[in-house]
């Protein structure tokens, strides 16, 4: 109703302008132009001298506009909405001789026990890790990411706090260090077959007890088998540091020990569409390092055991060496590497690039500056340029957290977990409506004055009507011009009698 009423107000005022400039027209082109211009557009053509009534044409065909073109005052805003929602989520389950026995092989001592009946306090031994852990271990070391838990909600976080293992690397003390070095030697003068290892630039070995107290190197993956182990890893490194053109400038031998520790984990897991993010809030050391479970005597502590059958499933992935190895038939040195950490995201250590380095010199000994091929740079690309302490810690605390990526070594917990959904927000727009709007309200109001000061101005107001066409013609005020029309239709109807004959004249005199 608003709209019909703007229209015909601007209608009006135009009407009452049209009949003011009709004196001015210049031509029936122009006159007829004027009279249908407020709803021919192609009639502006015709009277493009009369500006008031191509303004008043405009506003016309404006405030029509505004009326069959609504303006999108509301506009669909897509909105992130954050809301909490209790939900269980899974956690680390190895607190518990029942999680425990999920991650360690130990089979009870007696023979006659049966699964889940009897089997709940009884002796074990310990003879390693069960296969799915070693599956875990192998694919975080590959990737060098956590594996994926999945979540709840797509886009979603939550916190967690639990118990679980982990490795503390620190440098060795000097005892450490000389039996790490006698070891070394002990394998330089070993030959094996005819390979003989002349250079060793990388060992990392698990310390064995024998029964005399003497330790000797695990230096390969360990089969399921009751051992004198510890819970540890001792290596030996050469440190390079290198010039800006890649070559040499020194090499150091480095010693490290790490060790297995119960450490308290406060993360938050955090997902968004398919990617997960894992922040390490805290990592607490709680107390001394976990003891390997004792050779000797059986016991039935299986969160000891669950623990440690992590430390040998990554020890097992890092132990062995990288050296030059000399052909003793042949006399060919060549790079050997002897351990599985070439299957991992660790073999891009800093640490490890004297190994490289030596094995490319030995290649091609004019060559000091090219040792760094594609496949090294993306190798080091992966490790991100961290020593191999560092990057050992960085797996034993994504091993530990993905375990929950299998259900099997889980147990579900209640926390919030906080979603983020996004939401289609519907907003109204004023500042659109009030453009629009205002636009015509204004562009009306400004017709209705102009139109207002003509009339008072001319005392009239004048349409389109026949009588007003009249009256424009003429050039009386409408309210006069019937008065005009009857006293001429009057003397029109009196003149014929003028020009009558008068009876019985004939045209004679007297």
């Known amino acids: 109703m608003v709209q019909i009423c703007f229209q015909n107000a601007t209608r009006i005022a135009y009407t009452q302008h049209f009949w003011r400039a009709m004196p001015n027209v210049a031509g029936l082109d122009e006159l007829d132009g004027a009279h249908a211009a407020d709803g021919a557009p192609l009639q502006l053509l015709f009277i493009w001298r009369q500006r008031t009534l191509v303004a008043l044409a405009a506003a016309c065909y404006l405030v029509r506009i505004a009326a069959i073109l609504a303006p999108a005052t509301l506009a669909v805003v897509p909105t992130m909405l954050t809301r909490l929602a209790p939900a269980e989520v899974p956690c680390l389950d190895i607190q518990n001789i029942k999680g425990g026995s999920r991650f360690a092989s130990s ?93 060793i630039s990388a060992y990392i070995f698990v310390p064995l007890f024998d029964e005399s107290g003497r330790i000797s190197a695990l230096d390969k993956p360990r089969v399921q088998l009751p051992t004198n182990a510890t819970n540890e890893l001792w290596m030996m490194f050469m440190r390079s540091q290198m010039a800006e053109n890649g070559t040499m400038i020194s090499a150091e031998r480095h010693y490290t020990v790490c060790r297995l520790h119960d450490a308290l984990y406060d993360i938050t897991l955090k997902f968004d569409n398919g990617v997960q993010t894992v922040v390490k809030n805290n990592l607490t050391i709680m107390g001394n390092p976990v003891s ?169 107001s004048t349409t389109r009507d026949v009588s007003a066409v009249l009256a424009a013609v003429i050039g009386v005020k409408a309210d006069e011009l019937w008065e005009i029309i009857r006293r001429r239709h009057q003397t029109v109807a009196l003149e014929p009698q003028r020009y009558q004959e008068v009876p019985g004249d004939d045209g004679a005199d007297g």
């Open 107 to 199: 089979p009870p001592v007696r023979n006659d026990t049966i699964r889940n009946v009897n089997d709940t306090d009884v002796d074990r031994v310990f003879t390693g890790p069960r296969t799915i852990v070693q599956l875990i271990v192998a694919q975080t070391s590959t990737s060098g990411h956590t594996l994926f838990i999945e979540p709840q909600y797509i886009r979603s976080e939550y916190s967690l706090q639990f118990h679980g293992p982990y490795i503390q690397c620190q440098d060795a003390n000097s005892t450490a260090r000389e039996i790490t070095q006698e070891l070394i030697q002990r394998r330089i003068d070993r030959i094996q077959g005819s390979i003989k290892e002349v250079l």
């Open 292 to 460: 390997y479970p004792d050779y000797n005597s059986n016991n039935t502590d299986m969160v000891q055991h669950a623990y440690s059958a992590v430390m040998w499933a990554i020890s097992d992935s890092l132990v062995g060496s990288l050296s030059l190895s000399e052909d003793q038939s042949t006399g060919v040195k060549l790079g050997y590497i002897d351990t599985r950490i070439a299957h991992t995201t660790l073999l891009g250590s800093d640490d490890l690039d004297y190994f490289f380095y030596t094995n490319t010199r030995n290649l091609h000994p004019l060559d000091d500056n090219h040792w760094l091929g594609k496949q090294r740079l993306q190798d080091k690309n992966f490790a991100r340029n961290l020593t191999l302490p560092f990057l050992i810690e960085e797996l034993s605390f994504n091993v530990t957290v993905g375990f929950p990526s299998n259900l099997l070594l889980s147990a579900p917990v209640m926390t919030n977990i906080t979603v983020h959904e996004t939401v289609n927000v519907y907003a109204y727009n004023a500042s659109i409506l009030w453009g629009v709007y205002g636009s015509a309200t204004f562009l009306t109001l400004v017709s209705v004055i102009s139109g207002l000061t003509l009339y008072m101005k001319e005392g009239n």
